[in-house]
């Protein structure tokens, strides 16, 4: 399967993405001529892994039958200093928000989408040490 994007020019640092399920603007920080128009480069592929590993756990919650009443993935990542720049380290965060949490069925789907699902947390471990931790947070 082929996957194709085009990405234009719209001035200065900004940039429009185009896929067939829709748009994203595309921005450099302002001390590099950005205007805060759109997120960076760096922050879309820490949200790429986010959205993906989300769905994922999302979906597989649902058929486990381990309702949650929310949860959120953050993300920590350490750039490199030295060019060119990139995530060396990366930590995801799942927090788990309700009651009565079904424990086994939770870490089942995260670990799920960590080791067999998330093609984006594959492509993390290509470059970088990547961990990951489940948090409940009862209500």
């Known amino acids: 399967m082929t996957n194709k994007i085009e990405v234009s020019w719209k001035g200065e640092m900004l940039f ?17 001529g ?6 960076r480069p ?3 592929m820490l949200t790429s892994l986010g959205g993906c ?14 309702e949650v009443d929310d949860f959120k993935v953050e993300i ?4 490199t200093d030295e060019h060119p720049k990139y995530y060396d380290k990366v930590h995801v965060i799942y927090r788990f928000f ?8 939770i870490e089942k789907s995260v670990n799920l989408s960590v080791e067999r699902y ?11 040490n990547i961990s990951h931790e489940i948090v409940y947070m009862e209500q």
């Open 118 to 128: 998330c093609g984006v947390f594959e492509m993390f471990r290509q470059f970088s």
């Open 42 to 44: 760096k922050a879309m």
């Open 76 to 79: 920590e990542a350490n750039l």
């Open 53 to 66: 590993t989300a769905m994922d756990v999302a979906s597989l919650l649902k058929k486990m039958r381990a």
């Open 98 to 105: 309700g009651s009565d949490f079904k424990k086994d069925k």
């Open 16 to 32: 429009e993405s185009v896929a067939p399920e829709g748009t994203v603007m595309i921005d450099a920080d302002e001390a590099v």
């Open 34 to 39: 950005g205007q805060g128009k759109g997120l």
